[in-house]
């Protein structure tokens, strides 16, 4: 990044176009904290990519005062690596939701993530279909009735960030729409990680979905259903804070602080644990267990980009100054007098 | 005893034996000696889709045709004059090609009772003498040949017995008298690690070699004087090569970074090894988890300032079929290469077909008209690349390029060409100065090619968004206005038109009025070229004109096609040109039409225009 970053506001990076979701969609919620956390990132304006799929999340990139590109339904990973691999000084954001990235879209996420690119995914879960008003997705719970499922849907619903996980994804983060300010920090740790972040949002779809996460945001059920992961610290939650999440052997269990168990015998987060990670990833969506959010998963690995542009500087290091004409010009020529 | 050496004008030779029998690479090397002595040549590689079908099986027979001259030639020629065949199933594939009086050279060793079962011979045909009274048949042991030459090296009997193939070689050598050196060069550098293969190669070249100078079954040796080329520096080329070569030269002259995204596919793979090689020019190269990311990725690397290649073969382009609609939309320079191959479907992934045309012409949902051209020879691969990229850059827009298995795989001397001759190739981002009152329109146009603005991520002041939405003129804002979305397909379409303003006019071969014109586009341009010449020299008033561009199609392409009374559209497709040309021209043209997976050979071309004009 260059030394001499330009101050920014919020409004530096709020476009001149209309936004058009449904009035009281989540997506608008998760529109500010962007815009309002980017003009501390520390970035030229100039040097912010977004890309997008299609969906009613991947309209994003209009709102968005940066370089943006709204491509075609499920290729925003792809295209987002062209982007990066020919300007990997770019800050390079891919806006997804459950169908575009997870459905249309799942194979270019999962290579994204296997590879490793210095990308920041956001991926909004609303766990239905908006755009095309109303199907099922990939994430929707089964038996869920909706317009292409009128007896409740058959598919066994998959969880984004174990995908992820398994994908062999170096960071993997949630938060929810309407927790702000965890928004903002997940936001600013994505662009801080090197190589390519996995951010999942639970975004409220109102009119095709509305409530899918109300029990994770409701003022007085939260506590008790979210559980809010600090690195370092023991996985505590409740009104009292006073469950947490225990190891049975490999298996999470919930118990109760007090007589029987303390806080010390309560599992504590290390974001480089991939064991933990993934026990994590599963307790969401499980009536027995509060769902995580926060960053359960962040390992420093090469990036995509770092091992190839080392490759062509050695290429470049034992050929300097390779040019075409001698490669015309090379193997058996014979001249024609 | 004496040697007879006789002059001839040209030959076409045929290799042909079992995919683990290196046919392909005897016919290269064949193929460089015949150009490094300045013979003029053209080949055509014949191999099956399996990597290794099963040994013996008709199925797994591959072969390598070369025709050299001492003239001018524009193709890989129709019938053999000499097969050389490995096995029975060689000989039982190919020989039924063979020219009448022709040579047929057999490997002895290989025609066992369980092999010629395996292809279908109830009897031996190097012994029952059907073969005798139709061709000229050698019966040579080359497998004991060649285990006898090595017999003291310590290396296993099954490697030995692959030499087979450099006895073979070896034979042709002396027949056609043609240095060893450059082969035996080869062959230190190829197998540098293991000397003792190289040894044992040699030993079976020259073991073939010897065999045709000293026994007394050849009697004569063919000399092909060379050719006749224009002067220059020449050397070999093969057609993915050519034009792996074409798109490093339109990165270098026009200073863009080259950006390659592609998935593996016959007959294509071989531009992406090729690339991937040549990391020391700054090439990036990036194999895709399928066709779609191979054409996406390169459409985000053109939106960051990249040139963007992807090349594939018809089954790719179905699945690419999407983001070319949004490089459309988008107006971002990318090249589409397609090596088309026999189709539908998987169809024939090995043979070649050009029936891919109105897949490039129309196979994209909505007015997506794209730029369309085709190489014509292997050579031709190179130019026909730069311009591909060329053409994209200057007017903003992605451009098909069309190549066919046969142009990819096959070869032919090729004046080498200097980069500082190449056209001009100048690209120019846009910048601050392209604000309008502050504000940057990123689909407000050039006058004259009517290309938008290149504004590249990580420009101050330009930052802007583009999509797949119908963007409204000049701004690029999302617009559902239904006079815009009509005025955009409109110029969409008016910016592909435009590229005929610069394009060269058809030129005519032969006659340029008369009885016949035959038209041709991609690889069938040689057997056209023959065809015509061999009409002319029997006094027919006939003309032949080469499509470079397609789409579009060159200005003065009408008056040209109605000062004949006939035009014939020889295609390897069931009739795709023709329907374009009637479309746009309203004129009665008469195909050829063939879908064999090899190419058209000018005696049909010549038997289909005799029918014509009488």
């Known amino acids: ?337 | 005893m004496g040697k007879i050496t006789e002059q001839v004008d040209e030959v076409v030779i045929r290799f042909a034996g079992d995919s683990g029998d290196g046919m392909q690479l005897t016919g290269g090397r064949f193929t460089e000696t015949t150009a490094i002595i300045g013979n003029d040549l053209s080949t055509l590689p014949d191999f099956p889709a399996e990597i290794r079908a099963p040994a013996g099986s008709l199925a797994g027979v591959s072969a390598f045709q070369i025709k050299f001259s001492s003239k001018d030639i524009h193709t890989p020629g129709d019938k053999p004059d000499v097969l050389v065949a490995m096995n029975p199933a060689a000989l039982k594939v190919h020989q039924k090609e063979v020219a009448p009086g022709g040579t047929i050279i057999c490997n002895a060793n290989a025609f066992t009772l369980k092999n010629l079962k395996f292809a279908g011979y109830e009897t031996n045909p190097l012994e029952d003498k059907t073969l005798d009274d139709y061709f000229t048949l050698y019966s040579v042991e080359m497998g004991k040949m060649v285990s006898l030459a090595n017999e003291d090296l310590e290396i296993s009997s099954k490697i030995i017995d692959r030499t087979k193939n450099f006895f073979a070689l070896g034979l042709l050598f002396w027949i056609y008298d043609r240095p060893l050196e450059s082969t035996k060069k080869w062959l230190g550098v190829k197998f540098a690690k293991k000397p003792e293969i190289v040894e044992a190669n040699i030993r079976a070249l020259d073991a073939g070699y010897n065999y045709g100078e000293t026994t007394e079954i050849f009697t004569t040796r063919y000399k092909v004087d060379k050719a006749d080329l224009p002067a220059g520096t020449y050397r070999n080329v093969v057609g993915n090569y050519a034009l792996s070569m074409g798109l490093a030269a339109a990165a270098e002259k026009s200073k863009l970074g080259l950006f390659y995204g592609g998935y593996p596919i016959t007959p294509a793979s071989d531009i992406l090894h090729t690339l991937s090689a040549w990391k020391h020019l700054g090439i990036k190269t990036f194999q895709a988890e399928d066709e779609i990311a191979g054409i996406t990725s390169v459409l985000g690397a053109a939106f960051t300032g990249d040139l963007g290649i992807t090349a594939t073969s018809g089954p790719g382009i179905a699945l690419k079929g999407e983001a070319m609609g949004l490089a459309v939309m988008a107006e971002l320079p990318i090249v589409i290469i397609n090596v088309q191959r026999g189709g539908p479907s998987t169809g024939l992934p090995t043979k070649t077909e050009q029936s891919d045309l109105m897949q490039a012409m129309y196979g994209r949902n909505g007015e997506a008209p794209v730029p369309v051209l085709a190489s014509a020879t292997p050579g031709d691969c190179f130019f026909a690349a730069y311009e591909a990229c060329r053409i994209a850059v200057k007017y903003m827009t992605p451009v098909v390029l069309l190549t066919d298995g046969y142009l990819a795989n096959g070869s032919e001397p090729w004046q080498v060409p200097k980069v500082d001759d190449l056209p001009d190739f100048d690209v120019s981002f846009a910048d601050e100065s392209n604000l309008a009152d502050g504000q940057f329109l990123s689909y407000s146009r050039d006058k004259k090619t009517l290309a938008r603005p290149w504004a590249i991520p990580g420009t101050p002041g330009l930052e802007h968004r583009i999509g797949g939405i119908e963007t409204e003129d000049l701004t690029g804002n999302v617009s559902y206005d239904p006079d815009n979305h009509h005025y955009m397909v409109e110029t969409r379409a008016k910016k592909v038109d435009a590229i005929a303003n610069e394009i060269a006019s058809s030129e005519i071969f032969g006659s340029k009025s008369g009885d016949l014109l035959i038209l041709s586009w991609g690889g069938t341009k040689g057997a056209c070229r023959s065809a015509t010449e061999a009409l002319k020299a029997d006094g027919k008033k006939v003309g032949h004109l080469h499509l470079r561009w397609i789409n579009p199609f060159p200005k003065d392409l009408g008056e040209k096609l109605i000062k004949f009374k006939n035009i014939l559209i020889p295609e390897i497709n069931y009739g795709q040109l023709i329907k374009l040309i009637r479309a746009e021209f309203l004129v009665d043209a008469q195909g050829l039409n063939q879908v064999r997976g090899k190419p058209i050979s000018s005696a049909d071309i010549q038997e289909a225009s005799n029918k014509l004009i009488g």
């Open chain 1, 1 to 337: 990044m260059s030394e001499t970053v330009k101050t920014y506001t919020k409004k530096d990076f709020t476009s001149d176009q209309a936004v058009r979701w449904c009035p009281g969609c989540g997506d608008y919620a998760i529109l500010a904290q962007t815009q309002k956390v980017f003009p501390d990132l520390g970035v030229d304006k100039e040097k912010f990519v977004f890309i997008s799929g299609i969906g009613c999340s991947s309209r994003f990139p209009y709102y968005m005062d940066t370089y943006g590109f709204h491509t075609i339904h499920g290729r925003a990973p792809a295209i987002a690596s062209g982007v990066k691999l020919a300007n990997p000084d770019l800050s390079v954001w891919v806006v997804t939701g459950d169908g575009d990235g997870l459905s249309i879209g799942g194979n270019h996420t999962i290579h994204l993530l296997r590879r490793n690119l210095d990308i920041n995914v956001m991926l909004f879960n609303n766990r239905i279909y908006g755009l095309t008003k109303g199907q099922y997705s990939p994430t929707s719970e089964v038996g869920k009735i909706t317009k292409s499922t009128p007896m409740g849907s058959l598919d066994r619903p998959f969880n984004p960030l174990t995908v992820a996980l398994g994908a062999g994804s170096t960071f993997v983060s949630r938060t929810i729409d309407k927790e702000l300010k965890h928004m903002q920090s997940m936001i600013k740790r994505s662009h801080a990680h090197k190589g390519t972040s996995f951010m999942e949002i639970y975004q409220n779809c109102n009119i095709f979905n509305d409530g899918a996460f109300s029990s994770q945001t409701d003022r007085d059920q939260k506590a008790e259903t979210v559980l809010i992961l600090e690195n370092g610290q023991p996985m505590l939650f409740g009104n009292e804070m006073n469950k947490g999440v225990r190891l049975d052997g490999n298996k999470p269990v919930i118990v109760d602080i007090g007589d029987k168990w303390s806080v010390d015998d309560v599992l504590v987060h290390d974001e480089s644990d991939y064991v933990i990670a993934s026990i994590l990833s599963n307790m969401s969506y499980q009536t027995d267990f509060p769902d995580p959010i926060g960053v359960l998963y962040a390992v420093e690995s090469e990036t995509y980009e770092e091992t190839m542009v080392a490759q062509i500087n050695e290429a470049i290091k034992k050929k300097p100054k390779g040019n075409v004409q001698e490669i015309i010009n090379a193997g058996d020529t014979w001249v024609v007098k």
